[in-house]
C-alpha cells in the first residue's frame, strides 16, 4: 500500500508553510475582478488560497508564458579592442516547485506536455530542469461539472496520471496518497498523521465520484474520423462559424505547448540581448504567417481544423493518446461557448449525418 496520511482543513496551511521551506508553493488563489477567477500564485505563509479548481491551469510551472533561453553579450579584450567574445548564457531558469491542489485533468496536462519535450529525439533542457524540480499534489474531484469531461478522453475525476500525490476531501479532512516516490517522500517528510486506516474512506469517496459522470460516449474512433474531415473545409467552416480568433482556448489550456521564439536586444554591442520563448496561440491569424507574408491558415476554419486535429488525431497518432485532457476550460472561458466536444462528435457522427 502507499504512503497515506491525513491533514484536517485548518491543518493545510501549516502542511503548505512546511512545503514552502524547500521549495515555492504554488496554491490556487481567488482574483476578485471583472470576471472572478481563481489562478496559481505563489504562497507564503498567511496568504489566502482556496481549493476551487483554477480557471487557469499552472502549465507555467513548467512552461512559463515567456522565458530566456539564451541571453548573450559582445566582450572586447581590454588588452586588445579588436579581440570580441561573445558571452553565451543558456542556463535553464527552475525552482524547486510543488503544485498544491492541481486536478486530475491538469495533472494529466504535465504528462502530455513530457511525451514531446521529454520523450522525442531531443529532450527540452529548459522544461526537463523544471518538470524535475516539480512535485504535484493533485485534489480528486468528488463529483463533475457540465464542461469537464475527463472520462471521455482516459482520464477521470482521481486519474493518478502526472500527480506525485493524490489528495481526497473526506468528512472532516483530506487524505493524501503517493502516487510516485516523490510523493512518497514528501509526505514521510511532512509530519502529518498516518491516514492508512481512512484508505477504504477514501476509495468510497472516489468511487462515488465516478458516479456522479454522465456516461462518455465511445472516442476510440474519433482519431481516424477527425483525419477522415481533414479536406472537408465546409465542416471545418460550419463547426468554427461564431469563433473570434481569441485565442482564449490555447492559452487556458493545459495541454497546449506551441511558442514562438523572438530575439531581443543587440547582437552586434557589449549590450547585448536575449532570445525568448513564449507562448504562443494556433488559432491566430499571425501563426502559420511566414517571412514572405504567405499564410497557410489564414481562414479561421483551417485554424480549428489544425486545433482539433492535433488534439484528437495526430498527437494520438504519435503518441497513442489524446492530448486533450477533458478540463473543459476551453469551453467555459470561450465568449461565443464553442465546445470542442461538439466538434469531435460531429465528425464521429458525420457518415451517420450524411446518410
Ligand atoms: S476561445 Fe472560442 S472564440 Fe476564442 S479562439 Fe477559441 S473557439 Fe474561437
Ligand atoms: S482542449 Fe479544452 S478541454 Fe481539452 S485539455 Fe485543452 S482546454 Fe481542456
Redesign the pocket.
Known amino acids: 500500500m502507499s504512503i497515506t496520511r491525513f491533514v484536517k482543513p485548518e491543518g493545510l496551511p501549516a502542511f503548505l508553510a512546511h512545503l514552502s521551506k524547500e521549495a515555492r508553493v504554488l496554491a490556487p488563489v481567488v482574483k476578485p475582478a471583472d470576471k472572478r477567477s481563481v489562478i496559481f500564485e505563489p504562497w507564503k505563509e498567511g496568504k489566502e488560497f482556496t481549493l476551487e479548481k483554477a480557471t487557469v491551469p499552472a502549465k507555467a510551472a513548467v512552461l512559463p508564458q515567456c522565458e530566456t533561453l539564451v541571453s548573450y553579450r559582445k566582450v572586447k579584450d581590454p588588452a586588445n579592442p579588436q579581440n570580441v567574445k561573445l558571452e553565451l548564457d543558456d542556463t535553464p531558469q527552475a525552482e524547486t516547485t510543488v503544485v498544491f491542489a492541481a486536478r486530475p485533468?491538469d495533472a494529466r496536462?504535465y504528462a502530455t506536455l513530457d511525451r514531446p519535450y521529454l520523450q522525442g529525439p531531443i529532450a527540452d533542457p529548459y522544461y526537463k530542469a523544471r518538470r524535475e524540480k516539480l512535485t504535484v499534489i493533485t485534489l480528486t474531484c468528488n463529483s463533475g461539472c457540465n464542461t469537464c469531461?475527463c472520462h471521455w478522453?482516459g482520464g477521470g475525476p482521481s486519474s493518478p496520471e502526472g500527480s506525485d500525490i493524490l489528495m481526497t476531501e473526506l468528512k472532516d479532512g483530506y487524505i493524501l496518497q503517493g502516487i510516485t516516490p516523490k510523493g512518497d517522500a514528501l509526505l514521510e517528510g511532512s509530519g502529518l498523521d498516518d491516514g492508512a486506516d481512512r484508505f477504504k474512506e477514501m476509495e468510497d469517496v472516489r468511487k462515488a465520484a465516478w458516479g456522479t459522470l454522465v456516461k462518455a460516449p465511445n472516442l476510440k474512433d474519433a482519431p481516424a474520423k477527425v483525419a477522415a474531415k481533414f479536406t472537408d473545409v465546409d465542416f471545418w467552416t460550419r463547426e468554427t462559424d461564431r469563433c473570434l480568433s481569441c485565442g482564449a482556448?490555447t492559452y487556458?489550456?493545459?495541454?497546449?505547448y506551441c511558442f514562438n521564439i523572438t530575439d531581443e536586444g543587440e547582437a552586434t554591442s557589449e549590450k547585448g540581448g536575449r532570445r525568448l520563448r513564449s507562448w504562443d496561440n494556433c488559432m491566430s491569424s499571425l501563426f502559420t504567417r511566414e517571412a514572405s507574408g504567405h499564410n497557410t491558415r489564414v481562414e479561421k476554419a483551417l485554424r480549428m481544423r489544425n486545433?482539433v486535429s492535433h488534439?484528437f488525431s495526430t498527437y494520438p497518432e504519435n503518441w497513442g493518446t489524446f492530448?486533450?485532457?477533458?478540463?473543459?476550460?476551453?469551453?467555459s472561458n470561450c465568449p461565443v461557448s464553442l465546445d470542442?466536444r461538439q466538434i469531435v462528435l460531429d465528425a464521429i457522427n458525420a457518415d451517420k449525418a450524411a446518410k
Open positions: 485533468c496536462g469531461f478522453v482556448c487556458f489550456c493545459p495541454t497546449c486545433r488534439k492530448s486533450c485532457n477533458g478540463c473543459g476550460r476551453c469551453i470542442i
